[in-house]
């Protein structure tokens, strides 16, 4: 049985196995005295930028000795920056360093930055028990960015952040998910050779009650419904954006590769490993072989896939001519992705339900695995769940999916260039990757956040994200593009980094500018002190 086409792969024999159904689209006080401008009457959405210019700055004072202001309509791409992975603290719940985080917020609001990224975590959120829910320290951040002019886009991380308890920045999955899955080892993903990823719970038990009497879906659902709740009242004014995490870094993916070994930035990629090999995955492909008459297919991940050698062409699956372009490996491949579409799939529909009616926008994330795409079979993209090769399209069932219930696709790597990539892997091609995933977004139609992969604050790094939005974005009828900068910490601040990024928001907007002037309340930093060679050390002191 051959599966060759670029549509997403249809089984029916068992309610586990994958089969594509169409659907219609559908705290403590901060006391800010609000921004003051001399032209508020528009409806036009406006942002604040400031002239961060040492010598200059002495200029731009009036007779009472604050800053002006240029204030912009916004016209281009937005830019939002991620904030620190610890701005809500691990156990406590709340707020980190609040003067800080209230100076670098009027930073970013007079750069004339869009707003800020929010990671809520659910191994912080829900803790200890089910359905016990702590949402301080994220309400704080909203309220201080509604008071700083700043809008915030909210990440619903389902996944492990960090690399174990010695990392600063660790967050596990909640402490009742760990127990259940000491419990059962099979809730967490298993490779062939039976190592157990803790990032993210398997999608093979997505709709079984395994934790509490509660499927993960359902799980994820009321996380979602409780945080709809809580902050219902700056939904769609502050709050414009959920980004629903589904996988390892919030990705649609499969945990192919740990954590420790993506984070080695030096070295070649691995090709991965296949996470087919606990029992409810292995159950699912047990029920999808049995259905077309192959038990001998049942038995777990390809045979002859090894990335010891780190190359594809010492690999009998990999390999130009390997088994991946056989009827079995296109049986194995078809439903190992299928698997991580329907996982999208119920999640997307899940969110898009959650939050139907209010004006927000929903977003998934794809994880940019560039490291294997001048090979004929993308080696590290088939065992992430994305069948994507030089044969078949693998991305655009995934932007389809996305397109079905209204979401937006988020895509990391857009500052990566192949010339510097193939200096360490001659296969490698983030900026191909990109590219064919910004085309599967326009065919279907549906509005692209980009984001870096690495904080690399250089002048050059923000040309190639500029290049590759204008790849998406020319052209008539675009859907709308929008970029995460990833992240805010205190280089970001520093003057020579500052001065980059500022002129990178710059030259994302369009704008027309007229003057205007910026007023906070007794006792604050006036931000006409925040000139870029005073920035450092005075805006983020983390």
Avoid at 2 to 13: K, L, N, R, V
Avoid at 185 to 194: E, I, K, Q, T, V
Avoid at 215 to 225: D, G, K, L, N, V
């Amino acid at each position: 049985m051959a599966i060759t086409s670029p549509s997403a792969p249809s089984f029916s024999a068992s309610s586990i196995c994958y089969n594509t159904t169409e659907y219609s689209t559908p705290s403590r006080s901060l006391n800010f005295s609000p921004i003051q401008t001399t032209r508020l009457q528009s409806r036009s959405r406006f942002t604040l930028s400031c002239r961060l210019n040492n010598s200059s700055s002495s200029n731009a004072l009036d007779g009472n000795g604050d800053l002006r202001y240029e204030l912009q309509h916004r016209r281009g791409s937005p830019v939002f920056v991620t904030l620190p992975v610890d701005a809500v603290s691990f156990p406590a719940g709340t707020m980190k360093t609040m003067k800080a985080m209230a100076q670098s917020f009027r930073a970013l609001a007079a750069a004339g930055v869009e707003g800020v990224v929010m990671e809520v975590w659910w191994g912080l959120v829900e803790k200890e028990l089910p359905r016990v829910y702590n949402w301080q320290g994220y309400l704080e951040i909203v309220v201080l960015a509604k008071c700083c002019g700043l809008k915030v886009r909210a990440v619903m991380a389902f996944h492990q952040c960090g690399t174990g308890p010695d990392d600063p920045f660790w967050i596990p999955l909640p402490q009742w998910v760990c127990e259940e899955m000491n419990k059962d080892p099979d809730l967490a993903y298993s490779d062939r050779f039976g190592r157990r990823n803790m990032e993210y719970i398997s999608l093979g038990c997505d709709v079984l009650p395994v934790l509490h009497g509660r499927s993960p879906i359902q799980a994820y659902t009321e996380f979602m419904r409780s945080f709809r709740d809580t902050f219902i009242p700056f939904l769609g004014g502050v709050i414009t954006g959920i980004q629903v995490g589904m996988g390892p870094a919030g990705e649609l993916r499969y945990p192919s590769c740990p954590i420790k070994k993506l984070a080695w930035t030096w070295r070649s990629r691995e090709l991965g490993e296949f996470q087919c090999y606990d029992k409810y995955m292995l159950a699912s492909l047990n029920a999808c072989a049995g259905e077309i008459g192959m038990r001998e297919w049942a038995n777990g991940g390809p045979i002859g896939a090894s990335n010891l050698m780190q190359d594809s062409e010492s690999t009998e699956f990999f390999k130009s001519d390997g088994s991946w372009n056989t009827p079995y490996g296109e049986f194995f491949l078809a439903w190992y992705s299928g698997m991580l579409l329907l996982h999208g799939e119920r999640i997307c529909r899940e969110a898009e339900t959650i939050f139907r009616g209010l004006e927000v926008n929903l977003s998934g994330k794809v994880a940019g695995i560039h490291w294997h795409y001048g090979t004929q079979s993308h080696p590290s993209e088939l065992t992430a769940g994305y069948y994507n090769t030089s044969i078949r399209d693998g991305l655009l069932p995934i932007a389809r999916v996305f397109g079905r219930y209204g979401f937006t696709m988020c895509c990391t790597c857009f500052e990566m260039q192949d010339a510097e990539e193939q200096q360490m892997n001659p296969v490698s091609s983030p900026e191909g990757f990109v590219k064919q995933l910004l085309l599967a977004a326009r065919i279907c139609g549906i509005p692209l956040q980009g984001e870096n992969s690495a904080s690399t604050l250089d002048d050059e790094s923000f040309q190639q994200v500029l290049r590759m939005s204008k790849f998406y974005s020319d052209g008539p009828g675009t859907p709308t593009f929008s970029f995460n900068f990833v992240r805010m910490d205190k280089n970001l601040f520093e003057y020579r980094n500052w001065v980059s990024f500022t002129r990178f928001v710059r030259q994302m907007s369009d704008v027309k500018s007229f003057q205007a002037k910026l007023g906070f309340g007794e006792g604050d930093m006036p931000l006409s002190s925040l000139s870029a060679s005073a920035t450092a050390g005075a805006v983020l002191a983390y």
